[in-house]
Structures are given as C-alpha cells and as structure tokens.
C-alpha cells in the first residue's frame, strides 16, 4: 500500500462561551464506583466540533445527592429540560449554553466544559455561535 500517514489537526474551540445542540445521551456507569451516569454528547453549533459531558447522579451521602441534582439541574435549565423528565432521547436537539474552557493534560491542551448559561438574545447570535470572555452574570459556576 502506498500510503504517507499525516496526523489529523484539530482546530479546538476558543474558550468562552458557545451555544451546543444535545447529539447523544447514552447511560452508561462510572469506572471507579459504577455509579449511574450519562453520557452527553454535545455538537457546538455552526462548528464541527463535539465534546462530552458526563452527568453522575451519586446517591451515597445526602452532599452527594445534593451535588448530583446541582449538576443536573444547572444542566437542564440551560438545556430548557423538563426537570425529572429523564426520558433522555426526548434531550436530543435541545440548544443550551455552555462555557468551554482550555485544560493542559500530559502536555497536551484540551477543551472542558467549565459551566452552563441559560441562552438569552444577548448571549448567542443569530447564527448561534458566539465565542465571548467569560461573563459572571449569565454563567453558573461549579467551583462557588
């Protein structure tokens, strides 16, 4: 075979603030604990890029049960979900805000999801991509 392998190159989204369309959920279990989990797949809109989010919904300490429904409820607002509604193919083709951010891993940059924002006409053009800075006042932050 004549073949020349060249590596493929990906263009990683700017960080900062983007509006993504639910792909893909699959429930699926974590490694470590085997706790219930779904695996969100989200296309950023007007780009071709995805990333996946992971919801864990962990039951073994009120904190935790407090934290899982945290998540998930910062998740469906921005997503316009029916909160206990987890009929999840019934997600796909919802558009919610995300914040993406860039994290270095074994010398390598990758994009994360930092938080959610619930869209507004201000937050997302009409083309609905709109990388901006960081805004506290339309972002939910999980590190407060």
Do not use: C
């Amino acid at each position: 075979m004549n073949w020349t392998f060249t590596p493929p190159k990906f263009d990683l989204p700017a960080p900062g603030n983007y509006l993504a369309t639910i792909s893909g959920v699959v429930e699926k279990f974590t490694r470590a604990k085997g706790l219930p989990m779904l695996e969100i797949s989200l296309a950023l809109n007007n780009n071709n890029f995805s990333l996946k989010h992971y919801l864990v919904f962990d039951n073994s300490s009120p904190r935790s049960v407090n934290r899982s429904n945290f998540y998930y409820q910062k998740f469906a607002d921005a997503f316009s979900l029916t909160l206990g509604d987890f009929n999840i193919q019934s997600w796909i083709n919802h558009v919610g805000g995300i914040v993406i951010i860039h994290e270095m891993n074994a010398g390598k940059t990758f994009p994360k999801i930092k938080s959610f924002f619930t869209p507004n006409n201000s937050s997302a053009n009409s083309q609905g991509f709109n990388p901006q800075p960081y805004n506290p006042d339309n972002l939910f932050n999980f590190d407060k």
